[in-house]
């Protein structure tokens, strides 16, 4: 992976070693993502001069494999559906607090020791995780267009769904394409993470400024 | 010494006529292009396009040419096929009447050249005739599939038939047809019986894509999606003992064609984009041998600086990397390998046992060498 | 720009330009703008152009004129010039430009004050708190309610050594209202952990009413959809000592704005951050498309060019 992008991108602040506790995880999805991809150009046999994807359409159980689910925690999960012609490749993204302690950690200024978190704390952390979440994935999914693997509308119990059809592995290198929604996994994370560190950060300063002129 | 060609941007299907000096290949759509091979280097880059053979009007899915008659036969998913003849240099296509309601997905003509099998979407394999009474090609059907006929192959000697289906069976069928083949014809199940008499079925736990006979007839190789390929004892299949297949797992994603050599080894490539060689010492069972590929004589392309130059900034521009997008996978191909010939001549200096095409529209020739040293 | 003026840039740009202006050069005007939930309307009415009338909308002046009496405006903050207000505002101001004094910095001065009439109106009762704490009287009203927005309020509850102002802060997208959360929880934490602000008001957010509302009859709980929480500070002698008044008036009035311009802005950032990622993953997509076989070049002229042999 060009790791070296990702540091000349907008998030300098990501860090990376956070990926580590990932890998495993992507490996797994990578590799069955890799199995799961072998389609090739398949017309319909029920009706006639239409070629669509059989995942979508799932008329011929016989064209259909085994949906795989692939589970990191309750919280995150991938779901591969394959057929004949066509993946539709499904993310539950991480929605929970961990992920924050663990950038608050490593971010280069360490924030003073939180206090005790109390019962509502907890829940607007989840509440700011989800609403990034939501927000992301529908910026991207108004550009699915642009994105044309991007499932306009998610899996039911998924935020965000991909489409890959015989046409997309036809027309892209299919490691590339698997790399890209690698890539996508690994950063959608910590891209989250980072917005609302961020947002925290700017919060603080802008809390501290405000009674500093009172002093 | 192998022979590498990105002769269109994309290639579908390819077949060669029978001296070698013309190809047909499937860009991906609807036509099929006629390519000159090219008589001196260089060989990379587009090759000269002299015919464009345009009667379908939906993806080409299988493009066969016959050696003898110089025939060429094409299906589509337009559910249409037509047999095209050269007449003072021009390509006339004649309409077959095929009858199915669905994308044919292959052809394949027989060794005689006088029928040749249509795999369909529709569950059935027309075996077409021509009928000089009628003037057109006539269809009869194959029927005992529950799913899409994916390939299908004739046997070198005796009028039988394999198919491939999605429905995870490869079938041998009779397809003797008295009117051609004549009264008698012997195959390895002994006298002909009537046409579409199901002789052999074996069932794989995968899609069945493709299927092959090797040239003596004496073994039917077949792949699945579940990375298997196996191999049937056509003889014992026939006495109908338990053992007459045998299996062979793969550590490689799924072969989606399948190639019998001339000296009987078998060469299959798809999903996996090296093509791997199978073949079995005297006694032995059929086994993986190794994998196809080239280290010397591959021709690095040349480039202009301003050329070089100009591509880095479009790339630095649209995929904001440096290096030019360039494909990083050590095999020759770099998408699914979707077409596998045999060839047995020489294109310039290279001599080329057998040929392969995939959707990055290179024309891969393999020769003896890339053969011997896989074996090693 | 960290802060926000305390009051109406256009406001105080018109404002000037009649004030400064020589008799023989006076210009007629007629200028509507709103801001944070004020209307301003100013006017200098072409027919009578030594005459300049301001008017202002809020939405709770009566609120505010119970509070602090009707006297206050008219005595206190602007003797002579409270009018009778122009239809559709709260209160109108009139300015004789004949009898204004000479002296620039007067000038100046009557320019502030007068670009800052939505937070004088707003901050009435504060102001009347803070004065009678600095003055060591005893609290005039046990507390001041002004609901400034739909849904909100802002709450001046006088104590013996201090004036605890309450917010109740809502937004009715959730975005910003979970920004706002953010933003609160932090302001609370900066005051609780950094030792250069152990001089600065308390400040504690609660989504519940704090303790001091609480005890108060009469004080309507706030709740809706967006509802995000109270947030109180406490003032003491020491903050508004020394001719500090005006500042902390403005700057304790215009923590909804405040707050509110830092919430759109973080929510801003937070667009163009997710463009800028999305674009980025375009161009990863984009590194999986291969280069496309040139068959032939056009030149710029539209003409095929062949490269020679």
Known sequence: MSSGFLRGGSSGTIPREGNFALKPYLDCIRETLGAALCVSNFASQIVERHNKPEVEVGTSSELLLNPIVIRRSDHESVLIESAVNSVRFSIKARIAAEGVARLAAASPHPAPPAPPLRGSQVKQLDEMDEILARKFTRFLMLRADNFIVLRRKPVPGYDISFLLTNFNVEALWKHKLIDFVIQFMEEIDSEISAMKLAVNERARMVGYQYLREMC | MVFEARVESAITIHAWNADRTLLAVCPNDNTIAILKVPTAEPLDGPWERVATLSEHDALVTGIAWAPTSNKIVTVSQDRNAYVWTQVGGEWKPSLVILRIAAAATSVQWSPGEEKFAVGSGAKVVPVCYYEAANDFWVSKMIKDHSSTVGAVAWHPTAPILATASFDCRCRVFSAHLRNIDGKEATTPWGAAAKFGTLLYTYEAYGWVLDVAFSAAGDALALTAQNSTVAVVDMAAAAAGSEGAAQTIRLSELPLTKLLFLPDGQLVGAGHCYSPLLIGRAEGAPWAVIGKLSTSAGRTKKSSSKVDSARRMFQAAASTGTLDSGAATLDSLHQFAVCGLQRFGGRVVQSDAVFTSSALDGKIVGWSAREIAAAAQ | ?309
């Open chain 3, 1 to 309: 720009m960290l802060h926000l003026e305390p009051g109406h840039r256009i406001m105080a740009e018109a404002l000037a330009a009649r004030i400064h202006a020589p008799p023989d050069r006076r210009e007629a005007v007629d200028v509507r703008c709103s801001d944070f939930g004020v209307q301003y309307y100013l006017c200098v009415p072409p027919e009578q152009q030594n005459v300049l009338k301001l008017s202002v909308w809020v939405r709770c002046f009566a609120e505010v004129v119970e509070g602090v009496g009707e006297a206050f405006f008219a005595e206190q903050l602007y003797p002579g010039m409270v009018q009778p207000p122009e239809p559709g505002y709260s209160l109108t101001l009139a300015l004789d430009l004949d009898a204004l004094p000479p002296e620039e910095e007067a000038r100046n001065e009557l320019v502030r004050k007068l670009s800052c009439v939505g937070r004088d109106v707003l901050g009435a009762p504060l102001r009347v708190a803070l004065l009678a704490l600095l003055g060591g009287a005893a609290p005039p009203r046990p507390y001041y309610a002004v609901h400034h927005r739909e849904g909100e309020a802002m709450y001046v509850v006088p104590k013996d050594d201090v004036v605890i102002v309450v917010f109740g802060i809502a937004f009715a997208s959730p975005v910003e209202a979970a920004i706002a959360k953010a933003f609160l929880h932090e302001i609370e934490i900066s005051r609780r952990q950094s030792r250069d602000l152990a001089t600065a008001p308390t400040v504690s957010y609660t989504h519940e009413p704090p303790l001091e509302l609480k005890q108060l009859d009469g004080v309507r709980p706030l709740q809706g959809a967006g509802f995000v929480g109270h947030v109180s500070l406490a003032l003491s002698k020491r903050n508004v000592e020394g001719g500090r008044l005006e500042k902390v008036l403005a700057l304790v009035v215009g923590y909804r704005n405040y707050l509110m311009f830092h919430v759109m802005g973080a929510k801003s950032q937070l667009h163009t951050r997710i463009r800028s990622r999305s674009s980025n993953w375009l161009q990863v997509l984009n590194r999986a498309m291969p280069e496309k076989l040139d068959k032939e070049k056009k030149t710029i002229t539209g003409r095929t060019f062949r490269k020679g042999p």
